[in-house]
């Protein structure tokens, strides 16, 4: 099937797969024993060019509209590393705040340590209290002269408990309620009155899924990213590109536990014959591979509609919805195959496995795009 990329991107595809295969993979155990990527795997990411993607070419960028980053994301859910280091590369999505919104003297202080992997980023939105109602924020970032004073507690934040700089959603108008009366502001995670935690997760070993506490975190009026009380339009902007990069990792998850499976059921026993010559094998590893093939046909014209423009909200809604279920579809039907070594947390697919089922939780639940979509079909 014909690649929707094209051939520069699927250059950048074959340094992604490189990097992984020579830089993180061999370091996995390492990594799972620290609970995070070691900071010099971040530099050596800056190094490659796999960082920064989308900042334009005149400060020193690919110039990449936003493409670069989905296949980045197909080739995390790909490489088997990706189940335990969780989304490392994939919060440099985040750098898109800046490209399309941020100040010039924003762009000309972080441009150059993200390009480095100097500066690690991540985005603080979801709260204790309101999970995935994020327009219902109770952080609070009031003014004080040229600074704002921030107070609140963000959490289940992707390398939050590494990361350098985050961009946070508080309340900058208390007197309004939902999207309007947030703001965007840029916080430097060494600022006093931060505090950074690690969260445990299911899967992710290696996420730095974390937490950020602020109490009475100043900061400049200059950091705030677009326009004050516009938080909701600023954070549209990459709705859509967020979602189409959970959907392609969750393709490239899928055919990564296929390859893996089909692999391990042509070496593996049982009753005097192979595994994969029993039906029920091939009926199972058939599902799967027509599962994937339909998958891609649909996410080539995602693809395709997303270049050219016209993807939507509901096109995001349809195909994060579609995806993750397809992703755990797969991925529990092969599992069923490695019999007890599915169960054992040294094979890949026992983590391809738990690391799968935050899809269906993640940038919005399944559920609320159900209800999403149904809404809007009823409405015409």
């Not at 900071?39 to 005149?58: H, Q, S």
């Not at 296949?71 to 399309?100: H, K, Q, R, W």
């Not at 005097?272 to 080539?300: M, P």
């Amino acid at each position: 099937m014909k690649s929707p990329y094209g051939e520069e991107l699927e250059m950048y595809r074959d340094v992604l797969r490189n990097f992984y295969r020579k830089e993180v993979e061999p370091n996995l155990l390492e990594f799972e024993k620290n609970q995070t990527v070691g900071r010099e795997t971040w530099r050596k990411a800056g190094a490659a060019g796999l960082l920064g993607v989308c900042i334009p070419e005149e400060y020193g960028g690919p110039g990449d509209k936003g493409l670069a980053i989905v296949i980045g994301a197909e080739e995390l859910g790909y490489s088997p590393a990706g189940a335990t280091i969780g989304a490392f590369l994939g919060t440099d999505i985040c750098t898109l705040f800046l490209v399309n919104h941020g100040t010039e003297e924003q762009k000309r202080k972080w441009f150059p340590t993200i390009l480095s992997g100097e500066t690690i980023q991540c985005m603080g939105m979801t709260e204790p209290d309101t999970g995935s109602d994020a327009f219902a924020a109770k952080t609070t970032a009031v003014r004080d002269g040229d600074h704002y004073v921030i107070n609140g507690t963000k959490h289940f934040i992707s390398n939050a408990a590494k990361a350098t700089m985050a961009y946070v959603i508080a309340r900058t108008d208390p007197t309004v309620h939902g999207s309007r009366g947030l703001s965007i502001i840029i916080v430097p995670t060494d600022t006093p009155g931060v505090t950074q935690s690690r969260m445990k997760t299911m899967g992710y070993a290696a996420g730095d899924t974390g937490e950020l506490h602020f109490d009475n975190v100043r900061v400049p009026v200059s950091n705030l990213v677009g326009e004050e009380g516009k938080a909701a339009r600023t954070f549209h902007d990459i709705m859509a590109l967020d979602r189409l990069q959970i959907c392609a990792r969750a393709l490239g998850s899928a055919k990564l536990t296929l390859e893996t499976t089909a692999e391990y059921v042509r070496n593996r026993k049982i009753f005097r014959q192979r595994v994969v010559d029993f039906q029920n094998t091939q009926f199972k590893l058939a599902e799967a591979e027509v599962d994937i093939d339909v998958s891609q046909a649909y996410f080539n014209t995602l693809v395709e509609r997303y270049k050219a423009g016209e993807f939507t909200d509901r096109d995001g809604s349809r195909c994060k919805l579609w995806f993750s279920d397809m992703e755990c579809r797969v991925v529990d039907s092969l599992l069923q195959l490695w019999g007890g070594m599915g169960w054992m947390d040294e094979t890949p697919i026992s983590r391809i496995y738990t690391a799968a089922r935050l899809q269906k939780i993640h940038v919005g639940p399944n559920e609320m795009h159900k209800h999403l979509l149904g809404r809007a079909y009823l409405e015409g």
